[in-house]
């Protein structure tokens, strides 16, 4: 198998804002949060991240914070995706020369293409750099799905090392497995379905949840590597409803609000993303105070 970029739990980073600018302390205190909590990696200017409404000069910045306040403790991906290549190789070519670990590239979205298309463009910006790469599966949002033959072809790129895969399909996942699982990582991007990644030896998770719960989302992963499977079936069947609940509007308005719940950053976010509904909201505190009251040192 390829070097690993990590293995177990990798963060998916919100980006916090104040005024609608980026808050840099807010940020670094995220940072050293889930480096005390013992995650793996941190990935950046991700979907939870709000990359679209990021600027350029913004997510330079982000970048070099991050990669200074991790201070080499854990690994830093930065999100790379675009649907354009020559834009997408453009932020890969940026990460590399920043000293991040490794790219997060999402496929093509709204335009879309065809498996040939998904083929070529991580080719094209595999091949204008060295830094390590994992795919990012989400047909949900992009309307476009890796099939486990194009990505056992995408395994073979030598600066592909993993895969994010977020399809939700468990046919696919299983195929996946049986494909590549022997050639590069593979990442849960499902919540809900981390523990099932994790049994069948996938390299870790890259989570929401673990932005609320970092602790507890790493007890799990650790679970998993001393083979404690009904250990960590227990947890992920405990975070049920709190996972349920930290989607029920679109990612990331509800993990803001649970973070902001918890005093760690502003329930802000860059339009069009507006913040969680009232209703919504008690639903999330219920859940999250319920969790914390069950779970010792969790957060």
Known sequence: MKNEIFNGVGTALVTPFSGNEIDYLALKGLIQR???AGVSAIIVLGTTGEPATISEIEREKIIKTAIATADKKIKVIVGCGSNSTSHAIKLYKQAESLGADGALIVTPYYNKCTQKGIIEHYKAIASSGELPIIVYNVPGRTGVNILPETMLSLAKIKNINGVKEASGNIEQVLQI???VGSKISIY???DSLNAIFMSMGASGTISVLSNVLPKLVVKMCNFSKEKQYEKMFILQRGVH????VLFVEVNPIPVKAALWHLGLCKNELRLPL???SKEN???LKFELEKIIGQEYDCL
């Open 34 to 36: 889930q480096i005390k």
């Open 241 to 244: 409803d709190i996972i349920k």
């Open 281 to 283: 909201f008690e639903k």
């Open 274 to 276: 507006t913040k969680i």
């Open 177 to 179: 497995f049986k494909l």
């Open 188 to 190: 849960s991007g499902e």
